[in-house]
Nanobody
């Protein structure tokens, strides 16, 4: 099974940018559909973006369209989330997740079997 480790979070001012990474090990990374989700205290984990196994298909929650870009490098076994024009409401712990069954990205969090430990993103106003 795959293990996932996120990195790249931090503190940034509103309007700034960050790039999150998710390094995978222990599995065939290219056989997993991948996603990013985020969670703030007291709220449910929210789907952010997902990408198909080969990277040709992506899906985004409306609130990040045009600002976030999900991508992957299967040779490096790494998933990315490029975030620009960050807003205070983007503040959350960001998690990457892997789905071994579906070819197409899904927004349904319950379809993802493997999760990382999360990385904190804080956007100050």
């Amino acid at each position: 099974q795959v293990q996932l480790v996120e990195s790249g979070g931090g503190l940034v001012q509103a309007g700034g940018s960050l790039r999150l990474s998710c390094a995978a090990s222990g599995g065939t990374f290219s056989s997993y559909t991948m996603a990013w989700s985020r969670q703030t205290p007291g709220k449910e984990r929210e789907f952010v973006a997902a990408i198909s196994r080969g990277g040709g298909s992506t899906s985004y929650v409306d609130s990040v369209k045009g600002r976030f870009t999900i991508s992957r490098d299967n040779a490096k076994k790494t998933l990315y989330l490029q975030m620009i024009s960050l807003k205070p409401e983007d503040t959350a712990v960001y998690y990457c997740a892997a789905d071994r069954y579906r070819r197409s990205p899904t927004r349904n969090k319950s379809e993802y079997q493997y999760w990382g430990q999360g990385t904190q993103v804080t956007v100050s106003s």
